[in-house]
């Protein structure tokens, strides 16, 4: 009983038959829920890595500055609309409230994302496919991706990152053809 | 100094009773910042209206978060503790001296807290992640208000240590008690943890210390964020069993699996904190999918054995109080005119169906990638935080106003409508803000338009209806959540006085008579209720794992 001690025997009562059914079937259901996460590992095809370095914010974004300068094709708004080689390596900076690049994607080809920040903690969100990832300053992450579908996406900040949080958004351009690329309508940058 | 109560026979501690007081009336009032504060949050992400500049929006949104996730619930579950260390053990209160200490910590940390919030000096959100930087005073508070609740938890062992000397326990607790000593274990290593990471934020903000990582500080942060909404599960689950005893004369069918339910939690629970850095860097998978999945889900187990266990000593015991016919009889012929009883039965869905089966999904090391920081997650802890605990607070509180407060309840016809008011509008906010979510509207975010930056974004035009349910769920639940603050405070300070059984409004029932049940199971309704949400979930997981499948390949 809920306001009295239980009664004499509670201990060794049987469990009834219901109760105990029910029970075999939840456990089930969590075992099977457990192994899934591990399952999707081995046959699933969205499992994030976990390779992350620890780097300064200042070092991180001369990377990343360097990484826009090899590859800028253009520019959108003020950003650096950048090409990286397929199955290269991308680096963006996020900060107040900004992302550092526009990078431009081939379908079905790997890249090597390097996510960072050089302020406070931003979230790196990509839609409408709503593909979430945080973003910490000091650290790396390594996010390997393969579009699968070309267009334009957005690319939220969806970690509160101070008072214009609300203006942090970036672009995503994912193309059929490596061809297409040079096809692309771009503003050229004025100081290249 | 006790008092004999004469509607429930128990010896109540005066001293113990104003403490219970206290800290219930603090409750009230860190309630009603917090609705305030989310009715104007709410018109301000409808983005039609827009109430809020962008500045009081943070600002906002970081009392509401506070005062409605930790004060309000902290001040009530430390009543809720002194309650069923001393009323329902006819024991005393053994240090109360202590206890106004405690208070008054507590106290002082709300204060400095919300006053550096208000003043613009914390405009940093609930989770303040760093290096993102409040005034010192703002972590001061917070630590103040942790140190405090820790001290008022060590009181409830003590109680209860002095309560087995003096003989008023047998060989075990009462099952509430039981759950709420499972809840005060819990508190301990969430309120340490609490005070593990804002000490040295603290000192970070004061200039003492260089930096603080903001890895660690997420890691050890979600060890106080997460697991104080499990102090909430414990103390809920706690309520449930109690409501159910004073509603119907239920007791659990078997208390040898309602307890050993409660030690899973108090074993596995903890860990599931890490649910919140699956998309974060510096943690490997294997960290990942053995703390979020609770070490295989046990502690969803737990939760999924007391989904059964509660309804099932309410079927058990109306079947013995005659109301045998088929299988759904004894639960139209429930007390539903009881608001603790109806409020109850709300949570335990609400928690269930919307809040217990978007935690599991959403908290899956992959599918975790779509839903993480959209509004679904908020519209998750409406389904377990709001729709499961607060609700299940207010409620409890229909039968604290009479026994402890000794009023009887103003407007009791509002009373009564006043779980299904809060219960269905958090219902509709829940629901619209996980829909959102799904389309990849952000939470805490001022404007999803964008405006102002380099590029401007259109959702789904399916979000436009989606914000209508969610503001006139938010519309009803302010109204059910201010009729339940209006009802206590005209009880309490103007409501006639109680003078015996005569003036109780809600039943305390005789328990069940122990006759045999014919048939072969003992709650057959609860366990069709138990398989429908099996296969609820079932749906969920699928459409969720489906629609991972599709997006970008991850590695």
Redesign the interface.
Same mark, same amino acid.
């Given at each position: 009983?809920? *306001?009295?001690?239980?009664a004499e025997g509670?201990?060794s +009562?049987k469990?009834?038959?219901?109760?105990k059914?029910? @029970?075999a079937?939840?456990?089930t @259901?969590?075992?099977i829920?457990?192994f899934?996460? @591990?399952i999707?590992?081995v046959y =699933?095809?969205?499992?994030? =890595?976990?390779q992350?370095y620890k780097i300064k914010e200042a070092e991180f974004m001369q990377l990343s500055e360097a990484f826009n300068k090899k590859h800028q094709i253009g520019e959108?708004? =003020? /950003?650096p609309v950048v090409a990286p080689p397929s199955n290269g390596d991308v680096f963006l900076t996020a900060q107040m409230?900004?992302w550092s690049s526009i990078p431009v994607l081939v379908k079905n080809e790997?890249y090597t994302f390097h *996510?960072s920040s050089a302020?406070?903690?931003h %979230?790196f969100?990509?839609?409408?496919?709503?593909?979430?990832?945080?973003v910490?300053? %000091?650290?790396?992450?390594v *996010?390997?991706? +393969?579009?699968?579908a070309a267009g334009d996406y +957005?690319m939220?900040c969806?970690?509160?990152? %101070?008072?214009g949080?609300?203006?942090? /958004?970036? +672009?995503i351009i994912v193309v059929e053809t490596q061809e297409e690329i040079q096809n692309l309508k771009l503003t050229q940058p004025k100081n290249p | 100094m006790f008092r004999t109560c004469d509607i429930t026979g128990l010896k109540v501690d005066l001293k113990g009773q104003s403490l219970i007081r206290i800290n219930a009336v603090l409750a009230v009032i860190t309630l009603l910042i917090a609705v305030v504060g989310a009715i104007l949050l709410i018109f301000t992400r409808w983005e039609e209206v827009h109430l809020l500049s962008q500045v009081w929006y943070y600002r906002i949104l970081t009392l509401h978060g506070i005062n409605a996730l930790i004060f309000w619930i902290v001040f009530f579950e430390i009543a809720g503790l002194y309650f069923g260390s001393t009323v329902v053990l006819n024991a005393r209160m053994v240090l109360p001296k202590v206890g106004w200490l405690a208070f008054a910590l507590m106290v002082a940390g709300f204060l400095l807290v919300d006053w550096n919030i208000m003043t613009g000096q914390a405009d940093v959100l609930m989770t303040s992640y760093v290096p993102l930087r409040a005034s010192p005073n703002f972590y001061l508070g917070i630590i103040l208000f942790a140190v405090g609740a820790l001290v008022a938890t060590s009181l409830f062992f003590v109680n209860i240590y002095y309560a087995k000397k003096e003989g008023k326990v047998g060989k075990t607790l009462p099952l509430f008690t039981y759950g709420l000593f499972v809840a005060a274990v819990i508190a301990v290593i969430t309120l340490t943890t609490g005070a593990i990471v804002y000490i040295p934020t603290y000192l970070w903000a004061l200039g003492l210390l260089g930096s603080v990582d903001p890895s660690w500080y997420r890691l050890v942060w979600w060890g106080l964020g997460h697991s104080s909404q499990q102090i909430n599960v414990a103390a809920m689950i706690s309520i449930w069993y109690l409501v159910s005893r004073l509603a119907v004369g239920g007791t659990s069918i078997n208390e040898k699996v309602s307890r050993g339910a409660f030690v899973l939690y108090i074993l596995f629970i903890c860990i599931a904190s890490a649910h919140h850095l699956l998309v974060d860097p510096a943690v490997n998978p294997a960290w990942k999918i053995w703390n979020t999945g609770y070490a295989m889900y046990l502690a969803v187990l737990a939760s999924m054995i007391h989904a059964f266990a509660v309804p099932s000593t309410i079927e058990s015991a109306q079947r013995r109080n005659g109301f045998t016919n088929g299988l759904f009889d004894w639960l139209k012929n429930s007390p539903w005119g009881n608001p603790a009883f109806s409020s109850v039965i709300i949570a335990i869905v609400g928690f269930g169906f919307l809040g217990g089966i978007t935690g599991v999904i959403f908290g899956m090391e992959q599918t975790n990638i779509i839903v993480h920081n959209t509004i679904g997650i908020t519209g998750h802890f409406k389904g377990t935080v709001v729709l499961g605990t607060s609700l299940t607070f207010m409620g409890i509180t229909y039968y604290l106003i009479p026994l402890i407060f000794r009023r009887k309840i103003v407007a009791f016809k509002l009373a009564q409508w006043q779980p299904w008011m809060f219960g269905i509008g958090i219902s509709l906010i829940s629901i619209g803000m996980m829909s959102l979510g799904f389309l990849g509207v952000p939470r805490r975010h001022y404007d999803t338009t964008f405006a102002g930056g380099p590029f401007t974004n259109e959702f789904n035009p399916l979000t436009g209806l989606l914000w209508i349910v969610t503001v006139l769920g938010g519309v009803l639940a302010f109204l059910g959540a201010l009729s339940w603050i209006l009802i206590v405070v005209f009880s309490v300070f103007f409501g006639p006085k109680v003078k015996g059984p005569e003036d109780m409004q809600l039943a305390i029932v005789a328990e069940a008579p122990a006759v045999h049940l014919k048939g072969k199971y003992e709650a057959p309704g609860t366990l069709i209720f138990a398989l429908v949400f099996m296969a609820t979930f079932v749906i969920f997981f699928y459409l969720n794992w489906k629609w991972l499948s599709v997006i970008w390949e991850i590695k």
């Open positions: 009983m809920s *306001l009295h001690a239980p509670w201990y +009562k469990v009834a038959s219901d109760e059914w029910w @029970v079937l939840a456990a @259901v969590c075992l829920t457990f899934w996460m @591990v999707w590992h =699933g095809k969205q499992n994030p =890595g976990h992350t959108e708004n =003020g /950003i409230w900004r790997w *996510l302020d406070v903690c %979230g969100s990509v839609q409408p496919i709503n593909m979430n990832f945080m910490l300053p %000091g650290y790396d992450y *996010l390997r991706f +393969k579009p699968n +957005k939220f969806n970690e509160f990152c %101070g008072i949080h609300q203006t942090m /958004i970036g +672009k | -």
